[in-house]
């Protein structure tokens, strides 16, 4: 009998979880840890933002879980062990074969100071929602979209919130009356894609009059004043702020010497395999550095692909098996644009020297797609 420990039910945690199920013997044990009661779908969440989505209909309960005989553990994680390996949750510790690390990367909005207090953060429920009522009341201003730090994930989201923002104002009619810019930590949109994919959501940016300022870095917030102060001595006004907070690797990851407090876990790029024995991780949590010095985007679509990988070689190892898939560093997203139309990229990230990435015309399919995507990743699992 064999116990692996996948630390984290979210997008890689789940489908680690799942692909372990597949592969491994009924008797072995698959203990999933989470903190959270259910499992987001977040790319879903940006139609919260415009009303498209109720919170409730982005979210499903981790307790159904039980049913595909996964042993669930909802309870914060404090400590973790790449010796054993072992993780420590709700003041247990379970020690396993096999660990998988997929706990994701922790929002920080308290490391600017009064980002919190001034916005909607976009990357959560709670602040999509509460942005959804603050655009609703809206009538006229400033909509700034904020871009608090780098990395973050998904590098296309804060840019299509802005767009179907603006999208929304135009159906209401009050596009006239607000103003709709983006103000970001990095130089260009997606870069890590390439130049082309950067001139593209640059283009769709100005075609839709949202006005687009990179290389600012936010130092604090005054929410008293509504005014966004910005490292080189900018300073702007806002109605309404929407919010990516800076992101960091969360606690036990640093406490557990598996990733510098400033960094990420590093793994092969390939296995995904840490420098501990039986010890892998995946997703979000993860430092990949690529051919180009850039970092692989922190994605779902990567996250879920190496939980993959990581179950396979897990479940080779066990069976004694030297054969087994390895992650290529292949993927794509969805763009929504608003209006109904969204567009698409897809390449191969490890490609040398750079990524080799594909931008697809923008279009009503694309969006369709996307709302397929969503109704497959919930018949699939729930
Ligand atoms: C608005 C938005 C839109 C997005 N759209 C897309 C998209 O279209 N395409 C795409 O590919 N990606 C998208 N993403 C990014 C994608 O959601 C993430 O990259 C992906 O979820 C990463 O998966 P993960 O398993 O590494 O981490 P997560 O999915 O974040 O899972 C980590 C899990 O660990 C749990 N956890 C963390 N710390 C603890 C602890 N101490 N104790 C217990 N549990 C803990 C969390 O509760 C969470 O469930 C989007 C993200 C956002 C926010």
């Known amino acids: 009998m064999h116990r692996v420990l996948v630390v984290g039910a979210g997008v890689g945690g789940l489908a680690a979880a799942h692909r372990l199920r597949q592969r491994l013997a009924p008797e072995d044990e698959i203990w999933l840890f989470d903190r959270r009661r259910e499992h987001i779908f977040w790319p879903s969440l940006l139609w919260v933002l415009t009303g498209t989505r109720r919170p409730e209909q982005v979210a499903r309960p981790l307790d159904a879980l039980r049913e595909r005989n996964l042993r669930l553990v909802q309870a914060e994680v404090s400590a973790i062990d790449p010796t054993g390996p072992s993780v420590t949750a709700g003041g247990r510790t379970w020690t396993g074969d096999a660990l998988v690390l997929a706990l994701g990367a922790d929002l920080d909005p308290a490391g600017v100071p009064g980002l919190a207090e001034a916005g909607h953060n976009l990357y959560t429920v709670a602040g999509s929602a509460s942005g959804f ?26 840019y299509e919130a802005a767009m179907l923002v603006e999208g929304y104002l135009r159906r209401r009619r009050r596009r006239q009356a607000v103003a709709v810019s983006v103000w970001a930590a990095e130089a260009t949109p997606m870069g890590v894609a390439g130049p082309a994919v950067s001139q593209a959501v640059t283009d769709a940016l100005a075609q839709r009059d949202i006005a687009y300022h990179p290389d ?8 008293a004043r509504r005014r966004i102060r910005f490292d080189a001595g900018t300073e702007i006004g806002y109605d309404l702020l929407l919010y990516v907070p800076p992101h960091r690797v969360p606690d036990p990851v640093a406490a557990s010497g598996l990733a510098p407090r400033d960094g990420w876990v590093r793994v092969d790029p390939r296995t995904l395999q840490t420098g501990w024995e039986r010890v892998w991780a995946i997703g979000d949590v993860t430092g990949i550095t690529l051919p180009s010095g850039k970092l692989l985007p922190k994605a779902g679509v990567f996250a879920h692909r190496e939980g993959d990988v990581v179950a396979e070689r897990i479940a080779a190892l066990f069976a004694g098996r030297d054969e087994a898939p390895v992650f290529d560093g292949h993927g794509e997203c969805f763009i929504e644009m608003g209006g109904g139309v969204a567009g698409f990229a897809r390449g191969d990230f490890y490609a040398e020297p750079v990524p080799v990435v594909r931008a697809y015309r923008p279009g009503r399919h694309w969006h369709l797609a996307k709302i397929g995507f969503e109704r497959s990743w919930w018949a699939q699992w729930w």
């Open 133 to 158: 009522q603050a655009l609703e009341a809206l009538t006229g201003g400033q909509v700034v979209v904020l871009i608090a730090g780098v990395p973050f994930k998904c590098p296309a989201a804060p």
């Open 216 to 223: 600012h870095r936010v130092v604090r917030v005054d929410p």
